[in-house]
């Protein structure tokens, strides 16, 4: 049966070896659930978060997937709007990336509310004037998208498409497609923005608070920007991984390479905006309220190497790297850009997040610490081991990357 | 942010952003609910093999969409975007409103009856590209078998699964299904008809279907000599690849007669990738 459930043409590891390389994860996911029900039943007491830290482990991880889960609407965007054809063989992967990322983000986003029931509180009586009104309503949009947009490559099984009317609906609802590829694009450029927004506004937090662009806050247009940037490497990154686990050709170097040289372009800038942020906020916004840089930067661990390992170690070197056409074009370097600008975006929303909430902002204030629980850290890598195993499914059973066959002739 | 919510103010802001939302919400709906109306209006006009077989050629990579005037040498290179079907294919009509094709494939000479690496391939009848032959009798009845290639790859078949007399076809529909060991796949037909008989192997054809009325469009079948041998090498080559998938492969020697029972000659290949890959189903 499972044989019959695998593209037609490809080879899969065998499914005892399949299901046993699932155990761990498995078994993850069972010890993330049992802390979920734990902060379900008892309530946000097994979390290390209070009134003041009230951002931890899981906003921090959310706001990094839902960066890197941007390769999904803007591989999309790439491919259905500006007809970048290379990417119709990563696009199926991006996808599935993209709905794991965003759907985990909700999860733990669930468990953060601390009352899930009430969750839906926040779409029918949103605060007006918080920019969380926008995310919610955009991530929620956006991951009924991605779903609609999972669909024609679930439809796609080998056993699905056998039944006509799933093949017809599969193939009517792919020429919508250039539509809800739009529609995500202007989703996700809205939460991605809300979501460095909503820490742009925070006057008192002379941290985070930046000068507003337009309507928005810079951190408005940086964490759209960097998004974008890191997506097509993560993209990049996971496709290169799921190629060596397989130990397949998955897509062809030169789409490996067109990914890299869309982040690098990105990346550059980004630094670029990124910079002259910095450059305003250390010499205009934040001294204007009575803090200078060493009042940032002089709470270890969180010195001013902070800033220069964001700007430079993980945005400008690897936008050079990827920018280089005879650097990328050497996996080592091409693999070693792409990490680095998905550790730069997974840094800044760590920055954004935890570094602004640990600063002190009054006088009398210290310098918050926060570590968290076993049950935080248990669903982080709930989070984590959901999205490996709805990958594996998806690649074992679903036309993934439509190349492989061809690319893995002798 | 909903006008019954107490919250709610009739100001620009509020409208804006309630309106923005709910304009992206009703474009979704509406998206997935046209989806749904083609889908009756599909099964309602009875498309439902035509939009399988584009749906399925969806997947085809590039070497197998090779365009048939590619194949011949009219053209130097083209992938089909157009199903196969070049009735409706703009290109085809313009090469043949020049009489590139005739002017091409004349220069080059015809074949008569071939026989190309041991494959009997008689040029009374035309070609599908998913290898079956049509033959139109003295009545006007089209006899559908499958080509020679077809026969020895798929050997003496544990089953063959015929349709109903009096079943209606489409053109690049499914005709008949065919099971061998672990593999199975269906035959794609060649023309739009209802079955008016059943064969077998012994008898050389499978089906006897009477012509659509409403189609009996025929150009999208190979015919000329020299545009089928080209084919059949190409199948040839595109056979050595199937078979070299995955690593698993199997060589064709160079030179050599192809063997009437390929799968019993090689039965560790995976003759189910193989099958989806020469008769279009992948």
Redesign the interface.
């Given at each position: 049966m499972d044989k019959q459930l695998i593209v037609?043409?490809?080879?899969r590891m065998e499914f005892k070896r399949f299901i046993t390389y699932l155990i761990p994860w498995f078994i993850l996911l069972g010890i993330g659930l049992y802390a979920m029900y734990l902060v379900f039943r008892y309530g946000l007491n097994h979390t290390n978060m209070d009134n003041r830290f009230a951002f931890g482990l899981w906003i921090y991880f959310d706001l990094a997937i839902i960066a890197l889960g941007a390769g999904a609407f803007f591989t999309g965007l790439l491919l259905y709007v500006f007809k970048r054809h290379e990417f119709k063989s990563v696009i199926n992967s991006a996808v599935v990336i993209g709905f794991i990322c965003y759907s985990g983000a909700i999860a733990a986003l669930v468990v953060d509310v601390g009352q899930p029931l009430r969750a839906w509180f926040t779409l029918?009586?949103?605060n007006?004037h918080s920019m969380l009104?926008?995310v919610t309503?955009c991530l929620t949009?956006y991951l009924?998208?991605l779903a609609?947009e999972y669909v024609p490559i679930v439809l796609?099984n080998r056993k699905l498409?056998q039944i006509?009317?799933f093949?017809?609906?599969?193939?009517?609802?792919?020429t919508?497609m250039p539509?809800?590829a739009g529609?995500g694009a202007?989703?996700s450029f809205f939460h991605q923005g809300s979501l460095g927004g909503m820490f742009g506004v925070l006057n008192g937090q002379p941290f985070a608070f930046r000068e507003t662009v337009f309507v928005f806050p810079s951190t408005f247009f940086l964490f759209v920007l960097s998004a974008i940037a890191a997506g097509p490497s993560f993209v990049l990154l996971t496709t290169w991984i799921v190629s060596k686990i397989s130990g397949?050709r998955v897509v062809t170097k030169n789409v490996f390479m067109s990914l890299g040289k869309i982040s690098g372009i990105l990346l550059i800038v980004y630094v670029l905006f990124k910079s002259i942020d910095s450059l305003i906020w250390l010499n205009k916004t934040s001294p204007a309220v009575g803090f200078s840089a060493a009042d940032h930067y002089g709470f270890a661990p969180f010195g001013i190497w902070i800033l220069s390992v964001e700007i430079i170690v993980l945005g400008l070197i690897p936008g050079l790297i990827l920018i280089s056409k005879k650097l990328r074009a050497k996996t080592p370097w091409l693999l070693t850009g792409a990490v680095l600008a998905c550790a730069g975006v997974a840094l800044n929303r760590f920055v954004t997040t935890i570094q602004t909430l640990s600063l002190p902002t009054l006088p009398f204030a210290d310098f918050l610490t926060y570590v968290p629980t076993w049950e935080e850290v248990a669903i982080f890598l709930m989070v984590i081991a959901y999205g490996v195993i709805v990958y594996s499914f998806s690649f074992r059973y679903l036309?993934l990357f439509?190349?492989e066959?061809?690319l893995?002739?002798? | 942010?909903?006008p019954w919510?107490h919250?709610f103010r009739w100001e620009i802001?509020?409208l804006i952003?309630t309106g923005g939302?709910a304009l992206?919400?009703v474009?979704?709906l509406t998206?997935?609910t046209?989806?749904?109306k083609?889908?009756y209006q599909?099964?309602k006009r009875r498309q439902?093999e035509k939009?399988?077989w584009?749906?399925?050629f969806?997947?085809f990579?590039s070497?197998t969409r090779t365009c048939r005037h590619a194949i011949s040498g009219v053209l130097k290179q083209r992938v089909c975007n157009n199903h196969f079907e070049c009735g409706a294919c703009a290109v085809h009509k313009q090469l043949i409103e020049h009489g590139i094709p005739e002017k091409v494939l004349a220069a080059a000479g015809d074949y008569g009856n071939m026989e190309i690496f041991g494959l009997n391939i008689p040029l009374d009848r035309m070609y599908h590209r998913g290898h079956t032959w049509v033959k139109q009798d003295d009545e006007g009845n089209y006899l559908v078998g499958l080509d020679d290639f077809g026969k020895r790859l798929i050997g003496k078949p544990e089953e063959v699964v015929l349709p109903e007399i009096g079943s209606r076809l489409y053109a690049n529909g499914t005709a008949w299904k065919v099971k061998r060991g672990k593999a199975d796949t269906r035959i794609l037909s060649p023309v739009d008809g209802e079955v008016l008989e059943t064969g077998d192997d012994e008898k050389g054809w499978y089906l006897k279907i009477k012509p659509a009325a409403d189609n009996s469009d025929t150009s999208h079948l190979l015919k000329s000599g020299k545009e089928v041998k080209a084919w059949f090498m190409k199948e040839l080559e595109r056979l050595q690849?199937?078979l070299?998938?995955?690593?698993?492969?199997v060589s064709l020697a160079d030179g050599g007669v192809l063997i009437d029972d390929l799968p019993k000659s090689h039965p560790d290949a995976?003759w189910?990738?193989v099958y989806?890959?020469m008769f279009l189903?992948?």
């Amino acid at each position: 049966m499972d044989k019959q459930l695998i593209v037609r043409g490809v080879t899969r590891m065998e499914f005892k070896r399949f299901i046993t390389y699932l155990i761990p994860w498995f078994i993850l996911l069972g010890i993330g659930l049992y802390a979920m029900y734990l902060v379900f039943r008892y309530g946000l007491n097994h979390t290390n978060m209070d009134n003041r830290f009230a951002f931890g482990l899981w906003i921090y991880f959310d706001l990094a997937i839902i960066a890197l889960g941007a390769g999904a609407f803007f591989t999309g965007l790439l491919l259905y709007v500006f007809k970048r054809h290379e990417f119709k063989s990563v696009i199926n992967s991006a996808v599935v990336i993209g709905f794991i990322c965003y759907s985990g983000a909700i999860a733990a986003l669930v468990v953060d509310v601390g009352q899930p029931l009430r969750a839906w509180f926040t779409l029918y009586r949103p605060n007006a004037h918080s920019m969380l009104a926008e995310v919610t309503f955009c991530l929620t949009l956006y991951l009924f998208v991605l779903a609609v947009e999972y669909v024609p490559i679930v439809l796609k099984n080998r056993k699905l498409k056998q039944i006509p009317s799933f093949l017809v609906f599969e193939f009517k609802l792919h020429t919508f497609m250039p539509i809800l590829a739009g529609i995500g694009a202007l989703l996700s450029f809205f939460h991605q923005g809300s979501l460095g927004g909503m820490f742009g506004v925070l006057n008192g937090q002379p941290f985070a608070f930046r000068e507003t662009v337009f309507v928005f806050p810079s951190t408005f247009f940086l964490f759209v920007l960097s998004a974008i940037a890191a997506g097509p490497s993560f993209v990049l990154l996971t496709t290169w991984i799921v190629s060596k686990i397989s130990g397949k050709r998955v897509v062809t170097k030169n789409v490996f390479m067109s990914l890299g040289k869309i982040s690098g372009i990105l990346l550059i800038v980004y630094v670029l905006f990124k910079s002259i942020d910095s450059l305003i906020w250390l010499n205009k916004t934040s001294p204007a309220v009575g803090f200078s840089a060493a009042d940032h930067y002089g709470f270890a661990p969180f010195g001013i190497w902070i800033l220069s390992v964001e700007i430079i170690v993980l945005g400008l070197i690897p936008g050079l790297i990827l920018i280089s056409k005879k650097l990328r074009a050497k996996t080592p370097w091409l693999l070693t850009g792409a990490v680095l600008a998905c550790a730069g975006v997974a840094l800044n929303r760590f920055v954004t997040t935890i570094q602004t909430l640990s600063l002190p902002t009054l006088p009398f204030a210290d310098f918050l610490t926060y570590v968290p629980t076993w049950e935080e850290v248990a669903i982080f890598l709930m989070v984590i081991a959901y999205g490996v195993i709805v990958y594996s499914f998806s690649f074992r059973y679903l036309p993934l990357f439509p190349q492989e066959r061809e690319l893995n002739r002798r | 942010m909903f006008p019954w919510v107490h919250e709610f103010r009739w100001e620009i802001g509020h409208l804006i952003f309630t309106g923005g939302f709910a304009l992206v919400l009703v474009a979704i709906l509406t998206a997935i609910t046209l989806v749904f109306k083609k889908v009756y209006q599909i099964y309602k006009r009875r498309q439902v093999e035509k939009i399988l077989w584009q749906a399925t050629f969806e997947d085809f990579p590039s070497q197998t969409r090779t365009c048939r005037h590619a194949i011949s040498g009219v053209l130097k290179q083209r992938v089909c975007n157009n199903h196969f079907e070049c009735g409706a294919c703009a290109v085809h009509k313009q090469l043949i409103e020049h009489g590139i094709p005739e002017k091409v494939l004349a220069a080059a000479g015809d074949y008569g009856n071939m026989e190309i690496f041991g494959l009997n391939i008689p040029l009374d009848r035309m070609y599908h590209r998913g290898h079956t032959w049509v033959k139109q009798d003295d009545e006007g009845n089209y006899l559908v078998g499958l080509d020679d290639f077809g026969k020895r790859l798929i050997g003496k078949p544990e089953e063959v699964v015929l349709p109903e007399i009096g079943s209606r076809l489409y053109a690049n529909g499914t005709a008949w299904k065919v099971k061998r060991g672990k593999a199975d796949t269906r035959i794609l037909s060649p023309v739009d008809g209802e079955v008016l008989e059943t064969g077998d192997d012994e008898k050389g054809w499978y089906l006897k279907i009477k012509p659509a009325a409403d189609n009996s469009d025929t150009s999208h079948l190979l015919k000329s000599g020299k545009e089928v041998k080209a084919w059949f090498m190409k199948e040839l080559e595109r056979l050595q690849f199937a078979l070299a998938s995955d690593g698993i492969g199997v060589s064709l020697a160079d030179g050599g007669v192809l063997i009437d029972d390929l799968p019993k000659s090689h039965p560790d290949a995976d003759w189910d990738g193989v099958y989806g890959e020469m008769f279009l189903e992948p």
